[in-house]
Structure formats: C-alpha cells, structure tokens
C-alpha cells in the first residue's frame, strides 16, 4: 500500500481541499531562510581556519567594501593625480605629510625610550620646516637626520600588548585590535585636524590619502597577478610588516634553531621592553646553550613582559 504524502513547499494549492492554502507562501519563505541560514553558517565556519583571524566572516565583508570603494574611487583618482601632477610635485607632497607625521615618530620613540632619535626626529621637523619650506623638501635626509617609522600600536607592542584578532577597519584597511587602537587615537589627535576650518581639514586630508594611494599603485598590481586570495595575502602581509616594524626591521629568526633572545644586530634598537632580570648571568658569564634546548625553554629566563611584547 503506497501513500502519498503532499509536497506542501511546492504545491500552490491545499492538498486535500484544492484551495490556494495561505501557509504555502509563508512555509516557502521559512525553507528558504533556513536554508540561506545554514549556507551562511557553513560557509563562516569554513572561512575561519587562521587562528590570528577569529573574525575573518566579518572582516572579509569590510574588505570586499573598502576594495569596492578603492577600486570606484580612491584608485582611480590616484591615477589620474600621477598623470596630471609630476613626480617632483608628488614627491613634494609626500614629504610635507611626511613632515606632519614626524610628530608621531617623536612621541612614539620618546614613549618607547628611544630618546636619541626621538631628538633626531625632532631635528627633522625644525630642520625641513624651516629650510625645507614647510617639509616639501626632504633636507634633513640630506644631512643624516634619517626618518623613522614608529606609531602607538607599535608603543603598545613595545610595552607588551599582543596584538589581539586581525582586524579590517572600514576605510582604513588591515589592522589589529591592539593596532586599531593606535591608528583611531591618532587619527582624533591628527595635527590636520586640529585646524579650525573644516575645509582645510578635508583637503588636506583627501590629498593625503590621494599621495598614499598613488605610491602603493605598483604594489596593487604586483598584488592582483600574485594572489589568488587577495584577503589572505594581506592580512600575512600585514602581520609580517608589523613584526618587522616592532623589531625596527630587523626581527629575531624563530624557528631555525637560534634563540629567541638573540638581539638585532649593533646600533640597532628593537622595539621591545628590555628590562634587565636578576635571575640572569651577565651576557659574558652565559653557559653556553645545551644541544637540543628548544626555544621554548630559552623563552622562561626571559622577562614576563620582554616575552610577550616579542610573541605580539
């Protein structure tokens, strides 16, 4: 004996009655939800395989946004600003924003006790104001007085914040918690917008983003040839970059055998809490490292708040 059981997500009609049921429409809609929901809820759970990236559904769709606007806007402007303005002008351009964010690399390097070139950041502000016409030429470069690069989420690094999930920001790109932090604090205290007219405030800062975005046009296509996934090939990128910021471009090797305690080479200052620990020989007085000691354990000597600066 065979019985038929009505199909009531595909019949427009009542099964027993042959009248339109009012609950058709509405049973369709709620089979459709669910399915859309667990599509979603699958296709979320297969997106978040880096554990640095918890987040990776949401930050994917603010990527997808700001490509969107970069590549209807921002990109396109960049171009044109390359064909209409030349190179001696953009380059002018670039200095004089880059004068402006000497202020950062200032506090930045006196917060992270850089104290010396703190002081030669400072003298590449006095010196490209004045002689460099308000920074668009690059004088103290010329001189020695070389430029640094250092921001707060580099100084909160540097006292031993980790760096918490990868994070998109809308507008502003690749970020971290900790980093985003940093960049939100000095966009509020932007020398640019402490100026009182709203005008100048945005002029200057469109021309700035204009000025990055048209140095980074070679990188955009190397970027668009190389990468299958452009979203992973950034966000591996961006905490690449930041390790090599944090160490000053010169980031201690971790796992081919050498020890984490290994220092940059001479003259150069990481960008890491150093504090001398009791429970250490002086560097002469070290016993020499056993065959087979793993990093790990080469980590323990080190100060709790040393370690986890360079971990971040």
Known sequence: MRIDVPDLTR???????????????????AVRLCTAALMVFAVSGCATTDP????????????????AIDRGVVKPVAQAYIAVVPQTGRTGVSNF???????????????QGKVSTAFSDL????????????????????????????????TLGWWGIGHGPYLVLPFLGPSSVRDGVGTLTQIYFDPIFQIDDATTQWSLAGLRLISLRADLLGAGAVLDTAASDRYAFLRD???????????????????????RRQMPAAGVQPSIVELPSVWRLPASQEPPAQPGQDAASDEALAPPLQTSARLN
């Open 52 to 67: 640095r990236d918890p987040l990776e559904p949401l930050n994917r769709g603010i990527y997808e946004f700001n490509d």
């Open 97 to 111: 924003f880059g004068n402006i964010y000497d202020v950062w690399n200032v506090i930045n390097n006196a917060l």
């Open 11 to 29: 019949s427009s009609k009542d099964a027993v009655t042959g009248i339109p049921s009012p609950l058709h429409g509405r049973l369709q809609s």
């Open 237 to 259: 990128a961006y905490f690449q970059r930041r390790r090599s910021q944090l160490w000053d471009g010169n980031p201690p090797r971790l796992k081919d055998g050498v020890s």
């Open 123 to 154: 003298g590449r502000i006095a010196l490209n104001t004045t002689v460099g016409l308000l920074g668009v030429v690059d004088v103290a470069s010329r001189v020695g007085l070389d430029k640094s690069d250092e921001d707060l989420g580099q």
